[in-house]
């Protein structure tokens, strides 16, 4: 707390503390316990700075949507995720876009069902930055809007046979960097975590068809604006950057829970996944003559 | 700046309070035992099936007390088998031929529908009159009979009927006088394939029926009914009499067609009343991995009337035994007598 005033003015130390506050539940809920810190891996000179991850996820999935069915589905989710941050170094603001695509295969309880998922999902916010411990710890804080565009499809289901999923999100986010050394060797340790705070998905009616919805335009609250309460859901990732040659590498968890109950039907689909990629900085420089 | 800072502070503090209080979205899971997909089934049917209240008016359907009943029939120590028969027999109180429950060994289904009626259909007739010359189009299968009446052949529309299928349909059966279009024990398939046949025998766009869907889990939770409409389709269409023939295996999307064609200013109906079926089927499962089928979203006529347990024709008109014997089905010739008159 010491070191927190001494760098920190107050209002944003009470900033600051909110999202300390708001990493540490999701961690303790992961069964983690960890510093929750931040990740930038740029050093200090004036110019555009861009951070760009590139992640693949392989893990387990466990799928429920009751208008397909009220069993869960579980099986394993593929998902590759870019990252990347961006803005001047002078500036304290940064914006932040994100690409994700996944894919999953799963079966039910009796083995004798699937349903595969897809879907693409695009990110775009911003991002306040802070740097306490003498830039150590990093931490931004900020807002996004997260588009999603996918399906749930289930093989054997006559007339419902799959979901369409198309969802509008404003998304709070928190990330946190902390840099520390092992036996000389630098290494990260990241949090990332976002939660929708309020939006707008597709759902049919509990018992509508999809004939009544495209075939005749008989539509019925089928753009269903949501909260946090409808749709609690939380995506977050636990990793450590580390460096092999001049590459930076990054390892960790993503756990993306998503969730809904609207028009009566529920839906989740809880990911847990092992993730592996680079983390690489570029920095434009102007060169004035 | 400052603002900002609020900004976010509040945020960060909505956020924390959303994150410590999770909510997990989930469904209770039966267990896989005869008790636990027993009362899966029960509650799956209570919840999504849409004709209780039509069937308490129409004869006295209680779902709860169909539970009672059958639950003491349900033993942890019972085989598949019986677990299959007893919830077989449970399902068949719907009456409803749309519900089904699949098992590798069987399918439970409640037919009485049609078992318990003349069939009013035979293939040996159906020979007779198609001959061996008949031509395909589809799913429909066609000729001219020889008082220059067309007959058309439908037995499903599960297949794909084309546009252009139809154009060339209706340019061969052009000449004719009058056009017969056989659906009997047609037992429905894709309602948009109904929808595009019967789009040929109407000019203006017509309010054929009404539609809805459940909203909750409630017997009574529907949404409004909203209007179904048939346009005419902008090709080539029949303006002449036309006749549909139908029997009590008349199901489905093949009901719809004749409650669409009931609206068709030169149709008649022939035959037997149809088996009905007139609400749109959804799939679920039991935690055994059973599939079931059940009745979701209920279709009315356009009078607001379930068509549920079937549509009475125009003219009831059975097979005879003795036109049986000599080989001529009393149904199609009823329909050729009207075309001549």
Redo the contacts between chains.
Sequence with gaps: MKHLRQYVRK??R??LL??L??ML??LC?SGLSCHAQSNDSVAWSRGKVITNTRLLGVGGVNV?D?Y?????YSGTELRYISQTVRGSEHRKWRRLIVHQGMASFSR??????NEMAGSYDFCYGFL?RWTLFGDRLTVR???MADANIGFLY?T??????AQARLSFDIS?V?MAAYKFTVAGKPFTLNYE?S?P?CGLMFSP?????Y??IF??G?Y?HNAVPTT?IAT?S?RNTLSLDFNIAKTTLRLGYMGDYR???V??L???SYSHLFVIGMTRTFRLTRLQP | MRKITHALLLLAMLLSVAVSFPSCVDEEEMSDTPRGNFEALWKIVNERYCFFDYKRQAYGLDWDEVHDRYSCQIDDRMNDEQLFEVLGNMLGELRDGHVNMYASFNSARYWRWHEDYPKNFSDSLERRYLATDYRIAGALRYRRLDDNVGYIRCSSFDAAIGDGNLDDVLMYLAPCNALVIDIRNNGGGQLTMAERLAARFINNETLVGYMQHKTGTGHSDFSSMREQRLKPSGRLRWQKKVFVLTNRSVYSAANEFVKYMKCAPQCIVVGDKTGGGAGMPFSSELPNGWGVRFSACPMYNRDRQSTEFGIEPDYNVQISDADMALGIDTIIEFARMLARQ
């Design positions: 209002p944003q009470i900033l909110a999202v506050s708001l539940p999701p809920g429920l009751t397909l069915s009220p069993e869960k039910n309880r009796a083995d004798n069902a306040r804080a900020g807002g289930n054997r289901n006559g007339n419902n046979p709070p928190a975590v939660v705070l009616n509990y018992g509508q068809s004939y009544e075939s005749k008989n019925d946090f609690p939380l969730q809904a109950k028009n009566n529920k839906y989740h």
